[in-house]
């Protein structure tokens, strides 16, 4: 399909460009600017008034498939990718049964091209059935489609496990996306140690839980060479153990989630189970602080966390709730008003949801390049909407942000060319 996208405000952190100009495109490809190629004959899209930027990029997104079909399916959590504006995603290996298997990780993919919406990239699991104890066939994983390998939630205990994967993935080069959390000290924790779990007494999860495993992490990459991904910094001690990392010289990057950008602890209010999340909200202080590493660079990726949850688990008290929130459809705004907040240029912003994060997933996307995929966000930075259930199309609704009006809201989502969402 070829496509004229008119008159919108074209916005690529790649090549720094931000102007208004006409996109052309051909055979799914980006082919022009302002003037058309020859003998160009296509369907037009008008887009006064929208910002044309790369397809959003999110590096956390639990699709639900397969083995959790009833919390969510894997059509609807891809209709709400593409309704967010996101357009390449990867999903941890966390399913039911784990992605350890080649012919699991091939099924995924191929249900989810069936659908023609997001490309989806898979993070292998690190051990067989995410157990901790063997490692699985990462070639083969990476043959059948994985690009990184993860344990997501699930504990790795044993260093010398963690060690021998690391090795392993040193020797060819396969990213490890590790989160850094002390099982022992985080066991049965449900919110940071603070005055908030103080008062309601909660099970606490300290900040050292995060640093002891990623002080053993960084360890074991000075040892092995091995390239790491750091999943979700909590911390403002996490932080400058990174910044300090990345100084050194160490193969590192990092992600936080936009929910720890914008909340803490104290956003728990009396009770909330929508903000009992994985890492747990900590401190005023630590939000400061991650803030402050998204614009120092120290922290690479804005992601959603997207980890759509059953009404019934999050009906429960905030102790016993299940962990997590909806979180597809909420990014670009949440991103955008985090932009407002800093006054940052919406290109530095988008950077982080786009050719930062395509870059860490070593995929193609996340710019507007002549020659590159037509993957495109068109969104109206001055539409204001409100978060409610019946706005999300994802089978999760749950979100600490219900009931919060934001700036953006996507018109148009482009993948390969096709026009796969339009408001």
Request: hydrophobic share 40%; glycine share 8%; net charge negative.
């Amino acid at each position: 399909m070829n496509l004229h996208i008119r008159n919108g405000r074209v916005i690529d952190p790649k090549n720094q460009m931000d102007r208004v100009c006409d996109v052309y495109v051909v055979e799914g490809k980006i082919a022009a600017f302002d003037t058309a190629p020859d003998n160009f004959a296509g369907e037009t899209l008008d887009a006064s008034g929208l910002i044309v930027t790369p397809g959003l990029v999110d590096l956390a997104v639990r699709l639900r498939e397969p083995g959790c079909e009833y919390i969510a399916t894997l059509e609807s959590e891809m209709s709400a990718a593409v309704a967010g504006g996101i357009t390449r995603l990867s999903c941890p290996p966390d399913t039911d049964p784990p992605l350890d298997e080649p012919g699991l990780v091939e099924m995924l993919k191929f249900r989810a091209r069936k659908l023609r919406q997001a490309h989806v990239y898979p993070i292998g699991a690190l051990t067989t059935g995410l157990k901790g104890q063997e490692l699985t066939e990462m070639a083969e994983l990476v043959d059948a489609g994985c690009v990184g390998f993860s344990q997501a939630n699930a504990p790795l205990t044993d260093t010398r496990v963690l060690m021998r994967a690391m090795q392993y993935a040193a020797t060819f080069d396969f990213p490890l996306w590790l989160r850094p959390q002390d099982y022992y000290l985080a066991k049965n924790g449900v919110a940071h140690d603070g005055e908030i779990a103080a008062r309601y007494g909660f099970t606490p999860i300290p900040v050292c839980a995060e640093t002891i495993a990623l002080s053993t992490i960084l360890a074991l990459m000075r040892e092995t060479g091995a390239r790491v991904h750091i999943c979700r910094i909590s911390s403002a001690a996490g932080v400058e153990m990174i910044r300090a990392a990345k100084h050194e010289g160490l193969p590192l990057t990092c992600d936080v989630s936009i929910n720890h950008v914008h909340l803490c602890d104290n956003d728990i209010g009396y009770f909330d189970a929508n903000c009992h999340l994985i890492p747990p909200l900590r401190s005023q202080r630590d939000r400061t602080a991650l803030r402050a590493g998204l614009l120092d660079g120290t922290i690479d990726v804005i992601c959603s966390n997207h980890t759509p949850v059953d009404d019934d688990a999050k009906q429960l008290p905030f102790a016993e709730a299940e962990a997590g929130a909806t979180g597809l459809e909420l990014l670009l705004p949440l991103v955008l008003k985090w932009a407002a907040q800093e006054n940052l240029p919406l290109s530095v912003a988008l950077d982080k949801v786009t050719h930062q994060a395509a870059t860490i997933l070593g995929a193609e996307g996340g710019d507007i390049t002549p020659g590159a995929p037509a993957d495109l966000c068109l969104f109206d930075p001055q539409q204001d909407w409100t978060i409610q259930p019946n706005a999300l199309q994802s089978q999760g609704k749950n979100t600490p942000f219900l009931g919060h009006n934001v700036l953006g809201q996507v018109r148009y989502t482009v993948v390969g060319g096709q026009v796969v969402f339009a408001r």
